[in-house]
């Protein structure tokens, strides 16, 4: 896969019967070390500031570092960590159920299913896929 991509992060999370899709497209980089794939990108935050995101997929866990926490994704285990947000620090508990990785020459993708609690309570039920494309380079005349 080349160095520049396009990352789509789509999925959508279930709160009391009712669903909600998200979706995030953007240009990002890609590179490969000691078995493990990392995206990294910017992303705008709520009041339009940018900050630098890392997703790291290997074949038994993911984890995704941005503005504020590091969420950690492994099958079959439950990882909490905080999540600092501009009300104050959230405890976030996720439980993966579902973790599939797959790849090609030039694309890479991630399927999770998880469960979402914070401060101790369930509050949803997550399917998010990452995807990372090769850029193909366009030739000059």
Same mark, same amino acid.
Do not use: W
């Given at each position: ?11 959508? &999370? ?39 995101? &890392?997703? &790291? ?31 104050g620090e959230l405890t976030?508990?996720i439980l993966t159920e ?30 998010? &896929? ?12």
């Amino acid at each position: 896969m080349t160095k520049e991509v396009m990352i789509t992060i789509s999925g959508f &999370r279930i709160t009391d019967g009712e669903q909600e899709a998200v979706e995030l497209t953007v240009r990002g980089d890609y590179y490969r070390k000691n078995g493990n794939h990392y995206l990294l990108y910017q992303e705008t935050e709520d009041g339009g500031e940018k900050s630098r995101s &890392r997703i &790291r997929i290997s074949p038994g866990s993911m984890d995704m570092k941005k503005s504020g926490a590091h969420l950690i994704f492994e099958k079959d285990r439950k990882h909490v960590s905080g999540y600092m947000t501009p009300a104050g620090e959230l405890t976030v508990g996720i439980l993966t159920e579902k973790l599939e990785m797959r790849e090609d020459e030039d694309q890479l993708e991630a399927d999770l299913e998880y469960s979402l609690e914070i401060n101790g309570s369930h509050v949803s039920d997550c399917r998010i &896929r990452v995807s990372a494309r090769s850029l193909k380079q366009q030739k000059t005349v």
